[in-house]
């Protein structure tokens, strides 16, 4: 996957995110106790090391010259 789509995927999981968060605090739901909000808590969460990790990639290379 190249860094602009997992950026775009991101975008869209943290969208998702926004609303169940959104829904959960319309219900009176602690977002902590709602299983679908911490699952995709914990996608986003994945992305963001997915994108950190591709970020970091480029610097170790060029350290190693």
Do not use: W, Y
């Not at 860094?3 to 829904?23: A, H, I, N, P, Y």
């Not at 990790?53 to 480029?58: A, D, L, Y």
């Amino acid at each position: 996957m190249k860094k602009v789509s997992l950026c775009e995927e991101m975008k869209k999981e943290q969208e998702k995110l926004l609303k169940l968060g959104e829904d959960a605090l319309k219900r009176g739901i602690l977002l902590t106790q709602d299983e679908a909000f911490m699952a995709q808590n914990h996608k986003v969460d994945a992305l963001v090391v997915k994108i950190t990790k591709e970020k970091e990639r480029p610097r170790k290379n060029q350290q190693e010259r």
